[in-house]
C-alpha cells in the first residue's frame, strides 16, 4: 500500500484516462491513509487528485473539499505527530489554497499552478486558524520538530501578509533553538530558514 513505483503506475492510468474515477481515487486514497497515516505515498497521490477535482467543483464544493483536507490533517496530526508525511502535504495545501511557499516558475507537477484563495484577509484567516489548531498539538507534543516548523511556516506567511505582532520575533527565534536542540544535525538547514524567516530576501 506504501509502494512508490504502484502508486506511479496507478498515477499514469490515470492519465491515459482507464482508472478509476477522481471521487474513488480520492476515497481509495483516504482509505489507504485511515489504515496508516504515515503512508506518504497516498499522501502524495492527493496532490494529483485535490487539482483535479477542484477543476470541475463548483465553488461551494471546492470550499467543503478542501475543509475536509484540513481536517483529515488534523487527525494525522494528533494520530502520529511526529510523521512526516501529513506534515508535508499540509505545506502542499496551504500552497494551493492560499499561495504559501509557493515558488515561481517551479517545474514541479504538483506545484499548484493557482491559489484558491485570493482575498489577503482570507488567506490570514487560513493562516490564524492553522496556527493556532497546530499550537494546541505543541501544548501536548512540545518536542514535535515538523508542529514547530509548521508554525514558523505559518507566522512567516502573517507576517509577508501584513500582520503585525511584536511576539512573532521573539517565537521564531525559540522555535529555532528548540528545533537546532532537537534535531542537531540539520542545525544549518534551520539556521537558513530562520534567517530567510526574519529577513527575507
Known amino acids: 500500500s506504501r509502494n512508490f513505483h504502484c502508486w506511479n503506475y496507478r498515477r499514469y492510468v490515470m492519465m491515459v484516462g482507464k482508472g478509476m474515477p477522481l471521487g474513488e481515487e480520492l476515497h481509495f486514497s483516504t482509505s489507504k491513509i485511515d489504515e496508516n497515516f504515515s503512508n506518504y505515498s497516498a499522501w502524495h497521490h492527493r496532490s494529483f487528485i485535490i487539482p483535479k477535482l477542484i477543476d470541475s467543483a463548483s465553488k461551494d464544493n471546492t470550499r467543503d473539499l478542501i475543509d475536509e483536507e484540513f481536517r ?27 499561495g ?17 484563495v485570493v482575498e489577503k484577509e482570507e488567506q490570514i484567516k487560513i493562516l490564524q486558524r492553522e ?14 520538530k515538523w508542529a514547530l516548523l509548521a508554525i ?11 500582520v503585525h505582532d511584536d511576539e512573532f520575533k521573539k517565537k521564531i527565534s525559540i522555535i529555532f533553538k528548540d528545533l537546532r536542540n532537537l534535531d ?18
Open 72 to 98: 483529515l490533517l488534523q487527525q494525522a496530526f494528533f494520530t502520529d505527530p511526529g510523521d512526516q508525511s501529513a506534515w508535508l502535504y499540509h505545506r502542499w495545501l496551504l500552497g494551493l489554497v492560499i
Open 100 to 116: 504559501l511557499g509557493v515558488k515561481k516558475d517551479s517545474k514541479s507537477l504538483t506545484e499548484p499552478k493557482k491559489v484558491l
Open 131 to 144: 496556527k493556532n489548531a497546530v499550537e494546541e498539538l505543541i501544548e501536548v507534543e512540545p518536542d514535535c
Open 152 to 162: 514558523a511556516f505559518l507566522i512567516g506567511g502573517l507576517k509577508s501578509r501584513g
Open 184 to 201: 542537531p544535525d540539520r542545525r544549518h538547514y534551520y539556521s537558513d530558514i530562520e534567517k530567510n524567516l526574519v529577513s527575507p530576501p
